[in-house]
């Protein structure tokens, strides 16, 4: 069983069990999770959802494990020939979510 959630402005794949990293939900250590835009979820069965947009009815539980912060960004800038040349970047913070049930 699995399901694709929208969270975080992007679609993650999740199944019970599996550990995802999301974009920046504030939240503490060891509390619970809900996701209610399910985008689409397939059974054990074969059986498949799919939404419009949202499948009614399913949701995905999780707990929060914590939080750390995702790769660095390098974002540079030049204009030839005028001798402008800029880096900037950021590393963004990123929520660890360890998935316990979906449910249908």
């Known amino acids: 069983m699995y399901a694709i959630i ?3 402005g992007r679609q993650v794949k999740v199944a019970p069990g599996a550990i995802v990293e999301l974009d ?8 619970k999770v809900t996701f209610e835009q399910v985008l689409f979820l397939a059974k ?3 059986e498949m959802m799919a939404g419009a947009p949202f499948v009614s009815g399913a949701k995905v ?7 750390s912060r995702g790769p660095k960004i390098r974002v ?10 800029r880096t900037k970047g950021h590393r963004a913070f990123m929520t660890r979510v360890r998935i ?5």
């Open 100 to 104: 316990t049930d979906i449910q249908a």
């Open 24 to 31: 920046g939900r504030a939240a503490e250590a060891g509390k």
């Open 61 to 67: 539980l999780g707990v929060v494990d914590g939080e």
């Open 6 to 8: 929208q969270a975080g």
């Open 76 to 85: 540079f800038k030049k204009k030839r020939r005028k001798g402008m040349r």
């Open 44 to 46: 054990d069965g074969g």
